[in-house]
């Protein structure tokens, strides 16, 4: 219907609306974590269990955003 009406761009709106929903009702928190530099595997996980320790979420989603900007701790 979208492709139809040439709404094509919302696609990626829609998307993700869909998927804020989703994680809501199936109870699963997403967090977003701004750093300097990509972030290591064992760092975003130990941050999840944080966060699902600290609200009781069913399962936690990290995303990492990139930010040169950020202050960097070694």
């Known amino acids: 219907m979208l492709i139809e009406r040439n709404k094509v761009a919302m696609v990626s709106d829609v998307l993700e609306e869909f ?3 989703y994680d ?4 699963t928190r997403v ?3 701004s750093s ?3 972030m290591e595997e064992d760092q975003l996980f130990h941050i999840a ?4 320790n600290l609200c009781g979420a069913a ?3 990290i995303r ?3 930010h040169e ?6």
Do not use: E
């Open 59 to 61: 399962q936690v989603k």
């Open 19 to 21: 998927q804020r929903i």
């Open 24 to 27: 809501d009702l199936i109870g």
């Open 36 to 38: 300097a530099k990509k």
């Open 69 to 74: 900007g950020v202050l960097s701790y070694p």
């Open 49 to 52: 269990k944080k966060v699902q």
């Open 64 to 66: 990492n955003l990139i």
């Open 31 to 33: 967090v977003f974590v």
